[in-house]
């Protein structure tokens, strides 16, 4: 039997049916969320200790013939997706930036306190059917564009993270709250608009996962006397884990998967927490980890034979490189993203990923080149991934510039989620929570191995080097901010030193600054 709770914060969202909802959720589904979380635990520390391999007890899944249900019509054209945050100005913009979707997410591009989770929910209730607008500083009034044909999609905070707030006497899981208010408030108007209520999910760490996903969509479609499939998810490759289940997963959420996306930063960030080692190959700074790093391309083309061969989509990695001011200047790093996504539409994507509005257009135009049908779910590729090649470490040099930007972006993107802004713009491209996590562990990477130096000038790089840049770089980024921010600096400046000096790997630092906040 469901419990009565009290609402979790005062809001408006908060009804009674909806604080069922997300109880129910938490009373049927709670405790397996705990055990996947320690089992997944477990197989990254079998992973560190390098017992790689596919599951032996699915391998009838990975040899046997099946299809996912057929994509519905209303998402059978992805092309481009524009992802980004949930504040107001962020879903106008979105939903009028000429994506096919607009995938507002509450985790990577978010402010994870209450207020701003609730504000963003808000925001998503009135975006589900274009109702949604704000008043500029000059007066202007600004609204998504009633005719707009853009997709609204989801991405909800991952399974291990917590809501800071309390249903009854406890703490309740972000993504039960997640789920539970978009279901309540936004699936049947999206239903009717856009043929579902459609998500991506982030952290899903292998099959048990992503069935613990699909049994609380078909709870939630049984709830709601909606029908099968109204919920679809898209899975973002991230980890080691999910690369190895990629069949796995589509297998589990066949009634409700939308396909598999690759996440590059994540990627990368597992690839160090897993096999870092002090007298390891160092990694290069993370302006020479492009999408042609041998680990990354082994995922993309993995990605689109799992997806092809089971007919569902797979979808290219984000761009979050900055469009450019004039057009007659095209920096190296846009000409980059230009050039991964026509590789991307040529290899066989079925869509790709794009950070900023101003990468649609030319995002748009490589795969309407390459992809002249509405997916590519007719082209199999063969998949010739090998374990090694899904773990090769990535090559090329460390650069001082390098080095100094890592610094640079996780200072500046700690000050930034204790000061109202979830997103920060540095070394012309945008930079989120993903973003911060890799360049955290790449600093510790190099901190922690005996063999590091940068490669063009031999300077060896050591805890006391890293030390000095970390409080010269806090020096920096506190001159240039408001007096009232330095204490917030020097407490970035502390955890980070902390972090990149202790031996283990270090955790997610913006997940630590929130819990002190």
């Known amino acids: 039997m469901a419990t009565t709770a009290a609402p979790p914060m005062k809001d408006r969202l908060f009804t009674p049916s909806a604080v069922q909802l997300i109880t129910d959720l938490d009373e049927r589904f709670g405790q397996r969320r705990l055990e996947l979380l320690e089992l997944a635990k477990a197989r990254h520390a079998r992973f560190m200790s390098v017992e790689i391999s596919q599951l032996e007890e699915t391998v009838h899944i990975r040899d046997s013939e099946w299809t996912v249900d057929p994509v519905p019509a209303e998402l059978l054209e992805r092309r481009v997706e524009l992802i980004g945050g949930c504040a107001r100005k962020d879903l106008i913009e979105g939903m009028n930036a000429g994506a096919k979707s607009y995938v507002a997410d509450l985790w990577n591009m978010t402010l994870a306190d209450p207020a701003s989770i609730m504000e963003a929910h808000r925001n998503l209730e009135r975006a589900s059917d274009n109702r949604l607008s704000y008043v500029a500083e000059d007066g202007e009034r600004t609204r998504i564009n009633p005719r707009s044909t853009t997709r609204l999609i989801l991405v909800p905070r991952p399974l291990y993270v917590m809501h800071p707030a309390l249903i009854g006497d406890r703490l309740v899981p972000a993504s039960f709250i997640d789920l539970a208010l978009h279901a309540e408030w936004n699936s049947a108007k999206l239903r009717l608009r856009q043929g579902g209520a459609y998500l991506y999910l982030r952290n899903v760490s292998g099959h048990l996962e992503a069935r613990l996903w699909r049994e609380m969509f078909e709870f939630l479609e049984e709830r709601l006397g909606m029908p099968r499939g109204t919920f679809r998810a898209t899975v973002m490759i991230d980890s080691l884990a999910a690369a190895?289940?990629?069949?796995?997963?589509?297998?589990?959420?066949?009634?409700?998967?939308?396909?598999?996306?690759?996440?590059?930063?994540?990627?990368?960030?597992?690839?160090?927490?897993?096999?870092?080692?002090?007298?390891?190959?160092?990694?290069?700074?993370?302006?020479?980890?492009?999408?042609?790093?041998?680990?990354?391309?082994?995922?993309?083309?993995?990605?689109?034979?799992?997806?092809?061969?089971?007919?569902?989509?797979?979808?290219?990695?984000?761009?979050?490189?900055?469009?450019?001011?004039?057009?007659?200047?095209?920096?190296?790093?846009?000409?980059?993203?230009?050039?991964?996504?026509?590789?991307?539409?040529?290899?066989?994507?079925?869509?790709?990923?794009?950070?900023?509005?101003?990468?649609?257009?030319?995002?748009?135009?490589?795969?309407?080149?390459?992809?002249?049908?509405?997916?590519?779910?007719?082209?199999?590729?063969?998949?010739?991934?090998?374990?090694?090649?899904?773990?090769?470490?990535?090559?090329?040099?460390?650069?001082?510039?390098?080095?100094?930007?890592?610094?640079?972006?996780?200072?500046?993107?700690?000050?930034?989620?204790?000061?109202?802004?979830?997103?920060?713009?540095?070394?012309?491209?945008?930079?989120?929570?993903?973003?911060?996590?890799?360049?955290?562990?790449?600093?510790?990477?190099?901190?922690?191995?005996?063999?590091?130096?940068?490669?063009?000038?031999?300077?060896?790089?050591?805890?006391?080097?890293?030390?000095?840049?970390?409080?010269?770089?806090?020096?920096?980024?506190?001159?240039?901010?408001?007096?009232?921010?330095?204490?917030?600096?020097?407490?970035?400046?502390?955890?980070?030193?902390?972090?990149?000096?202790?031996?283990?790997?270090?955790?997610?630092?913006?997940?630590?600054?929130?819990?002190?906040?």
């Open 244 to 517: 190895l289940e990629a069949d796995e997963i589509l297998f589990e959420l066949m009634h409700h998967s939308a396909g598999l996306s690759l996440a590059p930063q994540a990627y990368a960030a597992d690839h160090i927490a897993l096999f870092s080692a002090p007298d390891r190959t160092i990694m290069p700074d993370r302006e020479h980890i492009g999408l042609n790093a041998k680990y990354l391309r082994t995922v993309s083309l993995r990605v689109i034979s799992t997806c092809h061969r089971r007919q569902a989509h797979a979808i290219g990695a984000p761009a979050f490189v900055l469009p450019p001011v004039d057009q007659g200047v095209l920096k190296p790093e846009y000409l980059s993203m230009i050039a991964d996504k026509e590789r991307e539409a040529v290899d066989g994507h079925d869509g790709t990923l794009v950070a900023l509005s101003g990468l649609v257009t030319s995002a748009m135009t490589e795969f309407n080149k390459h992809m002249p049908r509405a997916h590519q779910m007719f082209y199999q590729r063969p998949d010739h991934a090998t374990v090694p090649d899904l773990i090769a470490h990535p090559e090329g040099p460390l650069t001082t510039e390098g080095l100094l930007s890592t610094v640079r972006t996780v200072l500046r993107m700690m000050v930034a989620q204790r000061t109202g802004e979830a997103l920060v713009i540095q070394g012309g491209r945008l930079h989120d929570r993903s973003s911060a996590r890799l360049s955290t562990l790449l600093l510790w990477h190099w901190t922690q191995n005996e063999k590091c130096h940068i490669t063009d000038t031999g300077l060896e790089i050591h805890a006391d080097v890293v030390k000095y840049l970390i409080r010269k770089e806090g020096e920096k980024v506190a001159a240039r901010g408001l007096p009232e921010h330095r204490a917030i600096v020097k407490h970035a400046v502390d955890m980070l030193t902390a972090a990149v000096l202790a031996p283990a790997v270090p955790g997610d630092l913006l997940e630590d600054l929130e819990q002190a906040s």
